[in-house]
């Protein structure tokens, strides 16, 4: 897929260099501070070595640099892939940042394959490295620390019982009938039930709240028996696959990895129809950590915040915390919907791993407060810990610290990752991670703490900069 080295600079790069063409400070500065630390390019190089028998050999593909710049790049100016590759394409500064020059830029999907083949575990530990190059320059000194969390929706409609079971299927139906192009006779004994299936989804999404109570569960009676029956003629079309033969090896593999698919959606249609008939049929109250509000992306978790614009949200609750300068120090996608307040004692620990001490303030919103939360601040030496209490009556003591100046101005500190997270969200691609699967929406978060990392050094950088030269 890709060779593991840099490529050999030809005559046509080095006349691309003597152009003079300036870059953006910031990015200029971004790759100032990537050239000097080769540590990030590495950890990627690996992840495109993954896997492949022969790295070093084969077709020519995006080096571990280019990668790494085009990623952080597609992440600050929150560009899709095909806008990435033609603003790459079509400019001469973005050539130089990418270090892509005169080189023919690929398409869009050989970024999107490149991308794919990092992990989580990579775009954490290069965050982990920036910030530990942040601390050696000067440039951090983790003395404050406010945390709080967030939710990244998943790319999912909003779920109901008749949309699950619709959605599955008319997928069913689609993976059948790419099956019966494959197969020399065909597919036997599988009736096209879309038709009949999206009426009763639509009956059902029409329906006005006096209607409902009388007439719903015959429609998703309906609509469920009709789900079953595909469910069961999709396996019968995929034991007609198994018992075919005569086909060439690029066949065999494509038929097996479309039964593969045929079999993963009708476990998932098992747990619609079972989800659907429980709530519905018989009135049973289903466990949240028991639903399935997507066969598309079934990792998504429901998430419920309290909060009047979105009572209710779609995807994975993110935990973040922030340092003084806006260096997210920690960042970490969670599972289900847990208390922010289990989040305070991990968040110290990981804080004096990475500098070395606790920090001098700790901020965080009311509902990371429980007694022994401010305890475990306490001991681990957290001199002022702005956690506003939250319910119950407060003592005179409580009462008298939280209206002191030195906690207002730490609960003013706090307030400033509500500004970090909405830059994350509105610029960095954060609102809505349009990629498939857990392990791809985890890399979009890494990648958007990525992209405001580098630009927060470069900004601090730069800043340097100018002092040092007004020193001058």
């Not at 409609?157 to 494959?182: E, F, I, N, Q």
């Not at 034991?239 to 593969?260: H, I, K, N, V």
């Not at 949240?288 to 990792?299: D, G, M, Q, V």
């Not at 978790?301 to 973040?320: A, N, S, T």
Request: net charge positive.
């Amino acid at each position: 897929m890709t060779r593991a080295a840099d490529p050999q600079v030809s005559f046509a790069d080095l006349e691309f260099l003597t152009q003079g063409v300036a870059l953006d400070p910031l990015l200029q500065a971004i790759a100032d501070f990537l050239d000097g630390h080769a540590e990030p390019v590495e950890r990627v190089r690996r992840d495109l070595a993954r896997g492949l028998k022969k790295p070093g050999t084969g077709r020519s593909g995006l080096t571990p640099a280019q990668v790494l710049r085009s990623l952080t790049l597609m992440r600050v100016k929150n560009w899709d892939y095909r806008e990435l590759r033609d603003r790459i394409a079509d400019g001469y500064s973005l050539r130089r940042f990418t270090q892509f020059y005169s080189q023919p830029v690929p398409k869009h999907d050989a970024f999107n394959r490149a991308f794919n083949r990092l992990t989580p575990g990579t775009l954490q530990a290069v965050n982990e490295l920036l910030v530990r190059a942040a601390v050696d320059l000067g440039l951090e000194d983790g003395m404050k620390l406010r945390t709080d969390t967030t939710v990244v929706e998943t790319d999912i409609h909003y779920p109901t019982d008749g949309t699950l079971l619709w959605d599955t299927v008319r997928v069913l139906t689609r993976l059948v009938g790419r099956l019966a192009a494959l197969l020399p006779q065909g597919v036997r004994d599988f009736p096209n039930r879309r038709r009949a299936a999206r009426r009763r989804m639509q009956a059902l999404q029409r329906m006005s709240a006096t209607e409902r109570p009388h007439r719903q569960v015959g429609k998703y009676r309906e609509l469920i028996g009709i789900t079953e029956e595909v469910v069961a003629n999709a396996r019968g079309a995929r034991r007609q696959a198994a018992r075919a033969r005569g086909f060439a090896p690029l066949e065999a593999l494509a038929l097996a990895a479309l039964c593969d698919e045929i079999a993963h959606y009708c476990t998932l249609g098992d747990w619609v129809i079972s989800q659907a008939r429980r709530r519905v049929l018989d009135g049973e109250q289903v466990p949240t950590a028991e639903k399935l509000y997507s066969i598309f992306e079934p990792h998504t978790d429901l998430i419920k915040r309290g909060k009047v614009r979105q009572p209710v949200e779609f995807g994975h609750k993110v935990f973040l915390a922030e340092s003084a300068r806006g260096l997210i120090t920690q960042y970490r996608v969670l599972d289900g919907n847990p208390a922010d307040e289990a989040h305070v004692a991990p968040s110290l620990a990981r804080h004096h791993a990475t500098f070395g001490h606790a920090p001098a303030l700790y901020g965080a919103d009311r509902g990371f407060y429980s007694a022994p939360n401010v305890q475990a601040c306490e001991a681990a030496g957290v001199p002022l810990v702005c956690i506003p209490q939250r319910g119950g009556m407060k003592t005179p003591e409580r009462d008298a610290y939280e209206k002191s100046p030195a906690f207002k101005r730490g609960q003013r500190f706090r307030a400033g990752i509500e500004g970090r997270i909405s830059v994350l969200v509105r610029g960095r691609g954060m609102k809505r991670a349009r990629v498939e699967g857990r392990e791809r929406f985890e890399v979009l978060v890494g990648a958007a703490v990525l992209a405001n990392n580098l630009m927060i050094i470069a900004t601090l950088l730069l800043a340097k900069q100018r002092r040092h030269r007004r020193a001058a």
